[in-house]
């Protein structure tokens, strides 16, 4: 089966009627987790973006909350998966503050777990690069926010 593109899809989409689209939104999020997470977003937190960043703090804080702090390499483990579930949210917000938000209060909890980042070259190499994706967001983003943004990201060190 040959996959259609996004603009056949759209013109599709715009010459179905209101119940086919239900009725498609509703097969597509029986689908996977992720499509209906989506849709989850789109249709009840998209209005209120600051909620949404509040609701993905306290969902990253208690995965926070779990990690293995006596071994190094759970330790890693644990900080990739909550990176992983950070960049999914962050996908799902197509708002450009969200992105350096989340990964500056992901970068803050890090340094919060009191880890030794030094003694392992893969969780300093993680934590460089949550910097990198700030820095770059955050150079994106109108002065005034930037400005904002900048005074958190100061506290942040390099590694």
């Known amino acids: 089966m ?9 013109d599709t989409l715009q010459d179905l009627g209101h119940p ?5 939104c509703l097969r597509l999020s029986k689908f996977k987790k992720e499509n209906k997470e989506l849709l989850t977003y789109l249709l009840f937190e998209a209005y209120d973006e600051p909620a949404y960043i509040n609701n993905v703090k306290s969902t990253l804080d208690d995965m926070f909350a779990e990690v293995n702090k006596k071994n190094l390499y759970y330790a890693k483990k644990n900080i990739r998966k909550i990176l992983r579930t950070a960049n999914k949210y962050i996908r799902y917000s197509g708002n450009d503050i969200t992105e350096p938000e989340i990964l500056l209060y992901v970068a803050l909890q890090i340094i919060a777990l009191g880890l030794d980042i030094k003694k392992s ?6 934590y460089n ?25 100061q506290q942040l060190h390099s590694v």
């Not at 994706?133 to 958190?152: A, F, G, R």
């Open 129 to 153: 690069g949550i910097l990198k994706k700030i820095d770059k967001s955050i150079s994106s983003l109108h002065e005034d926010i930037q400005y904002d943004l900048l005074k958190l990201r």
């Open 2 to 10: 040959k996959t259609a593109s996004i603009k056949e899809i759209k």
């Open 20 to 24: 086919q689209l239900t009725e498609i």
């Open 121 to 126: 070259q893969t969780l300093a190499n993680l």
